[in-house]
């Protein structure tokens, strides 16, 4: 038997009926992506001026054709992002999928998303575009750096208390995005997420309505990069690093982002809730035995911290 890497499903074929079914109703087969890690590589380099999508990590653009059987990398129109093995960071598509499918388990809203066999036996993520609705219509979207007129240099130019305001400022139901805000800052710091600067935070108008866009390019950089002491980002309360449950509770929660009590234990609850299936599903992932042990040591050591275990 196999395991599926779009439902991590135990499965006869490649990918589970299931997980074909995510993707589309039509398809009843998806065929391995005929591009290895290099190729994909190479790919991404080549296209790189032609694709709206960017960033640090090599990326494609693609579409999934279901009479086809396959994914198709393509130059504009894009529906999906795939981020193929890095080379210098072994198993970042392993990474990026678990934690956005640990998000999905803590509650937090994100895009539909998987990994892909590729020519060479290696794994690649995808993530498919919030951005875009029906054939042709494009949401509005800004990242935090727009909003706050920075750019890539200066993303990490910031603090989280400046994420808040932006949120009072923009949304169209403020009280309801601080609260998603406060989960969604919380997870990755219980997910060792250290990486999260302006660029990875959106705002995204949906009928008329203006909140936090799905998550995304969430990422268990700890993991990644253990010798980095760093635990977020962007400072909170002037601090990156020995953060406390004071920190995030006292401070952020009821004086910056202003919770009432109810909603922030609700919130609190809602994570400690979550936890044994966050910790179960990392057993369950493509990540190596000893990157599972990893990420779980940090999730353990996090969760202590917040005193959610």
């Not at 057993?283 to 202590?304: P, T, V």
Request: proline content about 6%; hydrophobic content about 40%.
């Amino acid at each position: 038997m196999n395991r599926c890497p779009l439902t991590y499903q135990q499965c006869d074929g490649l990918y589970s009926y299931t997980g074909l079914r995510r993707l589309s109703p039509a398809l009843q087969e998806l065929q391995i992506l005929p591009y290895s890690a290099p190729d994909q590589l190479r790919e991404a380099a080549a296209r790189a001026g032609k694709l709206s999508i960017q960033g640090v990590q090599p990326k494609l653009s693609a579409v999934l054709v279901p009479a086809e059987r396959c994914f198709r990398l393509v130059d504009s129109g894009g529906r999906y992002i795939l981020k193929p093995q890095h080379p210098a960071y072994p198993s970042l598509p392993e990474n990026e999928d678990l934690t956005m499918r640990l998000a999905s388990l803590a509650g937090i809203e994100v895009p539909l998303h998987g990994l892909l066999w590729c020519s060479d036996g290696s794994m690649t993520y995808f993530i498919s575009r919030f951005d875009r609705k029906g054939r042709s219509q494009r949401l509005a979207v800004e990242d935090f750096a727009q909003l706050m007129e920075r750019n890539r240099e200066t993303k990490y130019g910031s603090s989280m208390e400046s994420l808040a305001k932006t949120i009072d400022a923009r949304c169209t139901f403020p009280v309801v995005q601080r609260r998603e805000l406060f989960l969604r800052s919380l997870f990755c710091y219980l997910t060792g997420n250290e990486d999260m600067h302006l660029k990875n935070f959106s705002l995204l108008t949906r009928n008329g309505i203006v909140g936090l866009s799905p998550a995304y390019d969430l990422l268990n950089t700890t993991l990644v990069l253990p010798g980095d002491c760093e635990e977020v980002a962007l400072p909170l309360r002037g601090k990156r690093r020995r953060l406390t449950r004071s920190d995030w509770i006292d401070y952020w929660a009821v004086e910056r982002l202003r919770l009432q009590p109810k909603t922030m234990e609700a919130t609190l609850a809602q994570l400690k809730a979550a936890l044994p299936s966050m910790i179960a599903l990392v057993g369950k992932s493509f990540l190596s035995n000893d990157r599972r042990e990893g990420y779980l040591a940090i999730l353990r050591s996090r969760a202590s911290t917040l005193g959610l275990l």
